[in-house]
């Protein structure tokens, strides 16, 4: 029995526990670099794509648009309030920020790394739940699940919490006079 506890399939428990955290660690590096390339490409695709729609008629008598006048524009020109500018870019900043974390964490390990990527993971993830039902929660949703996919891997990588020793069991005694 204590021959299985040691080896597992002629290969140390200890040298399997080094490979999983080598694999965890390749893809918690690999989530972090992904989710700071995706962010920024997130930022490229909302600042020059034409995503949103608007009307270039003169709809002032009518409640609705004319399908011919009906054109894709860039954020940059739908004259956006400064409230939409600020998700854009405090996604921006929460998830690079994160992907670094995860790039210390991973790469040269620091370990406190993973408390900012733990903080980045639930703050873009609230952002990313604010903005969901708009083209910002969609360009940047690839980003955040890549930065998710880094904070498993951070926590995959933990040590294994020790063993909690036993305590002996107390045989009754004789003096114990309870019906069995």
């Not at 390749?26 to 989710?35: E, K, L, M, T």
């Not at 951070?154 to 036993?166: D, G």
Request: aromatic share 8%; hydrophobic share 55%.
């Amino acid at each position: 029995m204590v021959g299985w506890m040691e080896r597992q399939n002629g290969h140390d428990v200890e040298e399997l526990m080094t490979r999983k955290a080598q694999r965890a660690q390749r893809a918690q590096f690999g989530g972090g670099i992904a989710a700071g390339i995706l962010s920024l490409l997130g930022l490229a695709v909302l600042l020059f794509a034409p995503l949103v729609p608007a009307c270039v008629a003169d709809v002032s008598f009518t409640p609705t648009c004319p399908p011919h006048a009906l054109r894709y524009v860039a954020l940059p020109q739908t004259h956006l309030g400064g409230d939409v500018w600020a998700l854009i870019l405090g996604m921006l900043i929460i998830l690079l920020a994160g992907a670094a974390a995860a790039l210390a964490d991973a790469r040269f390990a620091w370990r406190l790394g993973a408390i900012p990527l733990w903080a980045a993971v639930v703050l873009a993830l609230g952002g990313w739940g604010y903005a969901a039902r708009s083209v910002v929660g969609l360009v940047y949703l690839p980003a955040v699940l890549a930065l998710c996919l880094a904070t498993y891997a951070s926590i995959l990588r933990l040590p294994p919490r020790p063993a909690r020793p036993r305590l002996p069991t107390a045989a009754p005694s004789p003096d114990d006079k309870t019906p069995s």
